[in-house]
């Protein structure tokens, strides 16, 4: 079973960048076995897919945050990046990397972790 | 995009009730591509059902999921004391993949 850990800045200043890894253990992210995507939740509210990369390259986002997020994956290092740029509060939430089959959906889902917008 | 519309937003039940929670497309979902998760607080979501009716892997049968095109139905036979969630369904079918806003299973 593969396991997912997200780590990065709790507090990030408006404007600026958010900037999130996500360190994958017991599966290759290179490997077509699974996809790969990030999604978010505001403090009580519901979730959000921002997008998902796959290994051959194909990559998609969701067109309300196309314009200001990337998505990449690392390799060597075994490891997924989302950054997310120009950001507000409303991008304040729990950001989760999660695997994913394309016929099942989201199959295994890190802890999340909390990303304050504020100055 | 393909909005999720799930009710109700609460539902108050005892345990051993059968619980059934409801979740509406704006339009068809692609080959049934509709999934439900569980969320307890302070937890990821955990996958639960797939293609609308298939159980993931570990889940107890009390938990089923049924319909098609735009009507879907996940329902908790008899609930069990850690029952007690929020359950979100999510379309992977058409991109932007989409969420409902969740339902709120809590104790009566």
């Known amino acids: 079973q593969v396991q997912l850990q997200e780590s990065g800045p709790g507090l990030v200043k408006p404007s600026e960048t958010l900037s999130l890894t996500c360190t994958v253990s017991g599966g290759s992210v290179n490997s077509g076995t699974y996809y790969w995507s990030w999604i978010r939740q505001p403090p009580g509210r519901g979730l959000e897919w921002i997008g998902y990369i796959y290994y051959n390259g194909d990559i998609k986002y969701n067109p309300s945050l196309t314009s200001r997020v990337t998505m990449s994956q690392d390799t060597s290092k075994n490891q997924l990046s989302l950054k997310l740029n120009s950001v507000t509060a409303a991008d304040t939430a729990v950001y989760y990397c999660a695997s994913g089959v394309f016929v099942v959906g989201l199959t295994g889902w890190g802890q999340g972790t909390l990303v304050t917008v504020s100055s | ?108």
């Open chain 2, 1 to 108: 995009e393909i909005v999720l519309t799930q009710s109700p937003g609460t539902l108050s039940l005892s345990p051993g009730e059968r619980a059934t929670l409801s979740c509406r497309a704006s339009q068809s979902v692609s080959s049934n591509y509709l999934a439900w998760y569980q969320q307890k607080p302070g937890q990821a979501p955990r996958l639960l059902i797939y293609g609308a009716s298939s159980r993931a892997t570990g889940i107890p049968d009390r938990f089923s999921g049924s319909g098609s095109g735009t009507e879907f139905t996940l329902t908790l036979s008899r609930l069990e004391p850690e029952d007690f969630a929020v359950y979100h369904c999510q379309q992977y079918g058409t991109s932007p993949w989409t969420f409902g806003q969740g339902t709120n299973v809590e104790i009566k």
